[in-house]
């Protein structure tokens, strides 16, 4: 149990944090005296003090330095002042785990002033235990430390550790921003039953469901995925008719842009931070 004993500090208590917390505690790995957590509004501490039994805190110094492992789960845009108040404040023994999207190891690690750092990129559906996250660490980060991020990032879902940054950053695209491309899907084919004649909660239903039952079905059979289309497109039929005009409207190019868009973003987001740093 490689967070036995361990305090957990989180460094904003916005969705994915809250996630996190929820996941940590539903599969007992840490108690929620041993879970801190932050952030600038009083009301949303009280919320999640009283919701989870965790301590909340207004000092992100204070939280960090009583913690053993540091999540900094803030928006892009705070992460320069939250690393002025971390600065060169942290034990050399401390677990730095960052969630914040387009920060790099090396803006991480200046910006602090600390070694042992784990970038990650979670997604949406962290927030029902059926997350995706990769990530990647500092030479630093030891046997040990590499457990405890493997749990607590575990928590959201499925976790994926790779040794090269830039593929965290390409991950920020494809499955970290991914849930968006599956919600605009999800959308416009309800847009299309309701054009149809359905009513909009009977529309959802069959989309919701419809997605839901592929993916699974996706993951269980093991196939390829062009395998599983052709299962379903038969010469001449309703598929077939379908994917023409999808093909016909560049749904592939689009889909390729958009996560090039994402990716070229996150670079960005990257670059801003390491200046600010």
């Known amino acids: 149990m490689p967070l036995t004993g361990k305090r957990l500090a989180f460094i904003g208590g916005g969705t994915m944090a809250e996630a996190m917390i929820r996941g940590l505690l539903d599969r007992h790995l840490v108690p929620p005296s041993h879970v801190l957590v932050t952030g600038p509004r009083r009301e949303r501490r009280a919320d999640l003090q009283k919701t989870y039994g965790v301590k909340a805190l207004a000092s992100n110094l204070e939280a960090a330095k009583a913690a053993h492992v540091v999540v900094l789960s803030v928006k892009p845009q705070v992460l320069a002042t939250v690393m002025r108040e971390l600065r060169s404040k942290l034990e050399d023994s401390q677990l730095v785990i960052s969630i914040v999207a387009g920060a790099t190891l090396r803006a991480l690690r200046d910006g602090l002033q600390h070694d042992a750092v784990v970038r990650s990129m979670p997604n949406t559906p962290a927030q029902v235990g059926m997350g995706i996250t990769a990530?990647?660490?500092?030479?630093?980060?030891?046997?040990e430390q590499r457990e405890r991020a493997k749990a607590i990032l575990g928590a959201l879902g499925e976790e994926l550790m790779v040794?090269?940054?830039?593929?965290?950053?390409?991950?920020?695209?494809?499955?970290?921003?991914?849930?968006?491309?599956?919600f605009l899907l999800m959308e416009a084919l309800v847009d299309a039953g309701v054009h149809l004649g359905f009513s909009r909660r009977v529309a959802e239903e069959l989309v919701l469901r419809t997605v839901e039952g592929s993916a699974l079905f996706a993951r269980k059979s093991g196939r390829h995925l062009a395998e599983l289309r052709n299962m379903v497109t038969s010469p001449g039929g309703t598929s077939a008719a379908a994917i023409y005009q999808l093909e016909k409207g560049a749904l592939r190019t689009v889909l390729s842009k958009a996560v090039y868009a994402a990716y070229q973003r996150t670079r960005e987001l990257g670059a801003q931070a390491e200046s600010e740093k």
Request: include cysteine; hydrophobic fraction near 40%; charge should be negative.
């Open 163 to 182: 040794d090269d940054e830039t593929l965290v950053d390409m991950a920020t695209a494809l499955s970290g921003t991914g849930p968006t491309y599956v």
């Open 135 to 143: 990530w990647c660490a500092t030479s630093a980060v030891d046997a």
